[in-house]
Nanobody, 126 residues
Framework: QVQLVESGGGLVQTGGSLRLSCSTS????????MGWFRQAPGKEREFVAA????????YYVDSLKGRFTISRDNAKNTVYLSMDSLRPEDTAVYYC???????????????????WGQGTQVTVSS
């Protein structure tokens, strides 16, 4: 059984940066694609970014391109989300998820994923 644990969230000022980590256990991370989602209070969970098993392919939501970067280190079974130029509207709980789908548009929605981490809070102060 695959388990995911996010870390790296916290409180940051507008314009600051954070790097979230998602460590996986249970199976080698090369067996699945990974994604990051976020959910703000009162809003639906929204797609942020996804990365293929090898890391060669990535997807981003258009509104975050250039500020957020997804990457992975399969030797460490860890996926990262680097976030720069943070804004108050980036405040949310950030979740990582894994998918047995190799890659593709199905990874843009929560239903494309087979398991989730517990989430990590990111708060951006104005």
């Amino acid at each position: 059984q695959v388990q995911l644990v996010e870390s790296g969230g916290g409180l940051v000022q507008t314009g600051g940066s954070l790097r979230l980590s998602c460590s996986t256990s249970g199976r080698a991370s090369t067996n699945y694609a990974m994604g990051w989602f976020r959910q703000a209070p009162g809003k639906e969970r929204e797609f942020v970014a996804a990365i293929s098993r090898s890391g060669a392919s990535t997807y981003y939501v258009d509104s975050l391109k250039g500020r957020f970067t997804i990457s992975r280190d399969n030797a460490k079974n860890t996926v990262y989300l680097s976030m720069d130029s943070l804004r108050p509207e980036d405040t949310a709980v950030y979740y990582c998820a894994f998918s047995y789908i190799p890659f593709g548009n199905d990874l843009l929605a929560p239903k494309g994923y087979d398991g989730w981490g517990q989430g990590t809070q990111v708060t951006v102060s104005s």
